[in-house]
């Protein structure tokens, strides 16, 4: 099976920076979508950023112009480049991935995301 290990996370200040990985390892698909999500304390689970199949990237409103999705040739590590994060960013921080995924707005929803594998999060902190 498919597993999926996020690492990177850890405590900046406002506007710091930082670069989440994640690993995928085992069998899954030739080609495949992969996601980050972020959930903080009692709120749901936010679709931040994706790479389709194809290499195109989508990402929430929000982090645009900040955040950076990319993809390592192999396919097995993916990275999340953060920049001048904010406080309320804080939030675990996970990657999933799945054989396709949903273009737009629908791709950041994790009801769309039902058959993906998970990985266990990696813990971002902003202070302020």
């Known amino acids: 099976q498919v597993q999926l290990v996020e690492s990177g996370g850890g405590s900046v200040q406002t506007g710091g920076s930082l670069r989440l990985s994640c690993t995928v390892s085992?069998?899954?698909?030739?080609?495949?979508?992969v996601a980050w999500f972020r959930q903080a304390p009692g709120k749901e689970r936010e679709g931040v950023a994706i790479?389709?199949?194809?290499?195109?990237?989508n990402y929430a409103d929000s982090v645009k112009g900040r955040f950076t999705i990319s993809q390592a040739n192999s396919k097995r590590n993916i990275y999340l480049q953060m920049n001048a994060l904010k406080p309320w960013e804080t939030a675990t921080y996970y990657c999933?991935?799945?054989?396709?995924?949903?273009?737009?707005?629908?791709?950041?929803?994790?009801?769309?995301?039902?058959?993906?594998?998970w990985g266990q999060g990696t813990q971002v902190t902003v202070s302020s």
């Open positions: 085992g069998d899954t698909y030739p080609s495949y979508c």
């Open positions: 790479i389709e199949r194809n290499g195109n990237t």
């Open positions: 999933t991935l799945d054989h396709d995924c949903y273009s737009g707005s629908l791709g950041l929803k994790a009801e769309y995301w039902r058959s993906a594998s």
